[in-house]
């Protein structure tokens, strides 16, 4: 995984982010792994060493899934909820958030003069004061390629019942971002709304294989409104999941759970039919779900943070991104 050139040029001049780097940028040193024995933050997060936010919470750079040759996304944890919020599109978009929101405007400035960041069009510590609650919307002007502001302008839209302008948030967010759960069950909610049976189904199946920690919490929920779709009303979907939805319950905390079989299967499926980046998403989304489960659920099942791992590298091999095995 790459670092944008003005982010490479200034580690080389002896800057810190809290990692080092080649001078073609390929990060080579600073992946954190095993946070409590689960894949939190999720492989390809690359913490940094400023603006931590408090509580044990800070930002990095997350390189998307299949993205790993990008620019990446500047995140930020939120640990309590085991989420990673993707506020933005570059450390200069996060530097011109953090003034706004009125953080440490000393920590900015050195941060901005060391990476070589203007920080331009900000409005003064008055009008910070009076934006409130429609911050997101404004930094949107700013930031237009953020993955969560872009979501937020979404819901705007979508209450003001502008759902063609909601729907394009949503997908350049998701183009950023093709794992973001929250933006794909947003997404299944404005088809929903339009009658898009297809777009629906789609939507809601790649909000239920995309990590936990990128929203969607509520996947009962999105799956039980997928399960009462019958198979006639789409007889040419050939997503893996559509054939075994049935066979899922995203049930927790019982003894038994069938589950993990089932999206066991649905990997290899994914892999078989060339959609190796969601496989990568689903094998995420089962090391978070069996961070959840008791002790004594995962050594009846024999699962193991090693075992994990070994697995999410040899998906991610076989979907030829090796530029993201280092993070794993």
């Not at 405007?105 to 609650?133: L, M, R």
């Not at 050939?238 to 054939?243: K, T």
Request: net charge negative.
């Amino acid at each position: 995984m790459r670092l944008p050139q003005d982010i490479t040029r200034s580690i080389l001049a002896g800057h810190s982010l809290g990692f080092t780097c080649n001078p073609d940028g390929t990060v080579i040193q600073g992946f954190e792994r095993e946070w409590s024995s689960t894949p939190y933050p999720p492989p390809g997060f690359l913490r940094w060493n400023i603006l931590e936010i408090g509580n044990g919470d800070i930002y990095g750079y997350y390189w998307p899934i299949g993205k790993e040759e990008d620019a990446p996304l500047v995140c930020a944890t939120e640990h309590d909820t085991w989420s990673l919020i993707p506020e933005s599109s570059s450390l200069a978009a996060c530097l011109r958030r953090q003034i706004i929101l009125g953080a440490d405007v000393e920590e900015i400035s050195v941060a901005a003069e060391e990476f070589g960041v203007k920080i331009v069009n900000v409005p003064d510590c008055d009008e910070t004061e009076s934006v409130g609650s429609n911050v997101d919307e404004m930094n949107l002007e700013q930031d237009s390629e953020s993955p969560h502001l872009l979501l937020v302008a979404a819901r705007g839209a979508i209450e003001k019942r502008d759902l063609t302008t909601a729907t394009l948030h949503l997908k350049l967010a998701l183009s950023k971002l093709p794992e973001y759960s929250e933006a794909w069950a947003l997404l299944s909610q404005i088809f929903f709304l339009q009658q898009d049976v297809s777009g629906f189904a789609n939507a809601s199946m790649n909000a239920l294989t995309s990590p936990l920690c990128f929203g969607a919490k509520g996947r009962r929920k999105i799956l039980g409104n997928l399960q009462t779709i019958g198979d006639a009303a789409l007889p040419e979907m050939n997503d893996p999941l559509w054939n075994r939805r049935n066979d899922l319950t995203f049930a927790e905390g019982v003894k038994e759970n069938n589950d993990y079989d089932v999206l066991e299967k649905l990997i290899e499926e994914y892999h078989q039919r060339g959609m190796s980046t969601r496989a990568i998403g689903l094998r995420v989304l089962c090391g978070e779900l069996m961070g959840r489960e008791t002790v004594s659920f995962k050594e009846r099942c024999n699962w193991t943070w090693v075992a994990f791992r070994k697995h999410l590298r040899s998906d991610v091999e076989r979907a030829g991104l090796h530029e993201r095995l280092p993070a794993i």
